[in-house]
């Protein structure tokens, strides 16, 4: 059984930084595409990075230069380095596997519960 669990959510002001984690488990391929979701009040889930079994990676473009997603493979971790955040960033954060595109962050089969990021002025 697959399990994804976040963690590094929390509040900061605006130009802050936080780095997000997701410990992954039961995940037989650890070469999986991966990558980080965020939906904030009111409107709809939106791609926010991923990383395809290649190590590409691709960015939503209002993050571009500010967020950098990585994996460590031994550790099973999946990471999205916040920085220069903005009050726009501020949304429930999760991390997926195991996707049809990552180039086009979609087709995600396996989704964790989520940790909030807010940011302030």
């Known amino acids: 059984q697959v399990h994804l669990a976040e963690s590094g959510g929390g509040s900061v002001q605006t130009g802050g930084s936080l780095r997000l984690s997701c410990a992954a488990s039961?995940?037989?391929?650890?070469?999986?595409?991966m990558g980080w979701f965020r939906q904030a009040p009111g409107k709809e889930r939106e791609g926010v990075a991923a990383?395809?079994?290649?190590?590409?990676?691709t960015y939503r473009d209002s993050v571009k230069g500010r967020f950098t997603i990585s994996r460590d493979n031994a550790k099973n971790t999946l990471y999205l380095e916040m920085n220069n955040l903005k009050l726009d960033d501020t949304a429930m954060y999760y991390c997926?596997?195991?996707?049809?595109?990552?180039?086009?962050?979609?087709?995600?089969?396996?989704w964790g519960q989520g940790t909030q990021v807010t940011v302030s002025s």
């Open positions: 990383l395809d079994r290649d190590g590409v990676t």
């Open positions: 039961g995940l037989t391929d650890r070469s999986y595409c």
């Open positions: 997926a596997a195991d996707c049809h595109s990552a180039t086009l962050m979609m087709g995600f089969r396996y």
